[in-house]
Antibody, heavy 123, light 110 residues
Framework: QLQLQESGPGLVKPSETLSLTCTVS??????????WGWIRQPPGKGLEWIGSIYYSGTTYYNPSLKSRVTISVDTSKNQFSLKLSSVTAADTALYYC???????????????WGQGTLVTVSS | QSALTQPASVSGSPGQSITISCTGIRGDVGGYNYVSWYQQHPGKAPKIMIY???DRPSGVSNRFSGSKSGNTASLTISGLQAEDEADYYC??????????FGGGTKLTVL
């Protein structure tokens, strides 16, 4: 059974960089059938796609966050990571990692999700 | 990119059917058949319920069905049950090779 687990600091200061890692177990991150994505959910609000990465390093980002986001992959550790720079209180959210099906050049639905990790931006 | 438009809330009685709409533009919902729907219970991660407009993953009840007409996709839940009370989100890929979520709909089972 595929499992994803987010890890990283739960508290980040304003203007600093948020860094999270997603560890994949029960399957290979190098599968050609999937992308790997990050999604966030501010407290009491809806879901927002942050970006997705293929094992080769190809990335797609949400245009509204693109200037601050970097997603990378480490196939040797079966992990992928998120960095979000210059954070503000508006970046406080539950951050999820998930496996994403892709069809040709299109990224599609998420079929496996991590449990999520809460990141609070505060001094 | 703008979020897909969903009603903030819908409600129904046990046994009834409800439909949640998800409206986009030709550059997302209207142009592709990669609309998916997620169910999220409080404190839980989202769960895929429908993908590729109308396909159901293994293990999802056949009470859940999806469809699309033009720029609007729909999720229908028939034979409403108390356990269906949750938040529901739609997503679609876009012409810019990105993904966009709907704002979410809170389903209340009366």
């Amino acid at each position: 059974q595929l499992q994803l687990q987010e890890s990283g600091p739960g508290l980040v200061k304003p203007s600093e960089t948020l860094s999270l890692t997603c560890t994949v177990s029960g399957g290979s991150i190098s599968s050609s059938s999937y992308y790997w994505g990050w999604i966030r959910q501010p407290p009491g609000k809806g879901l927002e796609w942050i970006g997705s990465i293929y094992y080769s390093g190809t990335t797609y980002y949400n245009p509204s966050l693109k200037s601050r986001v970097t997603i990378s992959v480490d196939t040797s550790k079966n992990q992928f990571s998120l960095k979000l720079s210059s954070v503000t209180a508006a970046d406080t959210a539950l951050y999820y990692c998930a496996r994403q099906v892709h069809i040709a050049v299109f990224i599609a639905h998420f079929d496996y999700w991590g449990q999520g990790t809460l990141v609070t931006v505060s001094s | 990119q703008s979020a897909l438009t969903q009603p903030a809330s819908v409600s129904g009685s046990p046994g009834q059917s409800i439909t949640i709409s998800c409206t986009g533009i030709r550059g997302d919902v209207g142009g592709y058949n990669y609309v998916s729907w997620y169910q999220q219970h409080p404190g839980k991660a989202p769960k895929i319920m429908i993908y590729d407009v109308s396909d159901r993953p293994s293990g999802v009840s056949n009470r859940f069905s999806g469809s699309k007409s033009g720029n609007t996709a729909s999720l229908t839940i028939s034979g409403l049950q108390a356990e269906d009370e949750a938040d529901y989100y739609c997503t679609s890929n876009t012409s810019n090779s990105t993904l966009v979520f709907g704002g979410g709909t809170k389903l209340t089972v009366l």
